[in-house]
């Protein structure tokens, strides 16, 4: 499985951005998709998640309500969607999936996409 992400960029607070994760290979293997996103001098932690086959997701609480996950699973890609962006969701953005032999175990990861959300 290979991975593929875009769509970051400078963008002021308040403003928005799309982010795109295109997946290629074995993707009937595929349990969900993730985005995660490493901040500056800080840990990768989770963003959202939505499981491949019928489009459950999920959402860290500093992002609910104004990041939506999606899919298009005809264009085997995902897409998030960041709305009211503030400068702590400044950071570098990656795509991942899992399996549906190791659900939750993120093994496939994207290069990353740098997201700057000025003050």
């Known amino acids: 499985v290979q991975l593929q992400a875009s769509g970051g960029g400078l963008v002021q607070t308040g403003g928005s951005l799309r982010l795109s994760c295109t997946v290629s290979?074995?993707?009937?293997?595929?349990?969900?998709m993730g985005w995660f996103r490493r901040p500056p001098d800080k840990e990768r932690e989770f963003v959202t998640q939505?499981?491949?086959?019928?489009?459950?997701?999920s959402y860290a609480g500093s992002v609910k309500g104004r990041f939506t996950i999606s899919r298009d699973n005809a264009k085997n890609t995902v897409y998030l969607q960041m709305n009211n962006l503030k400068p702590e969701d400044t950071a570098v953005y990656y795509c991942?999936?899992?399996?549906?032999?190791?659900?939750?175990?993120?093994?496939?990861w994207g290069q990353g996409t740098l997201v700057t959300v000025s003050s």
């Open positions: 991942a999936t899992d399996s549906k032999a190791a659900p939750g175990s993120f093994s496939y």
């Open positions: 290979g074995r993707t009937f293997s595929i349990y969900s």
């Open positions: 939505i499981t491949w086959d019928d489009g459950r997701t």
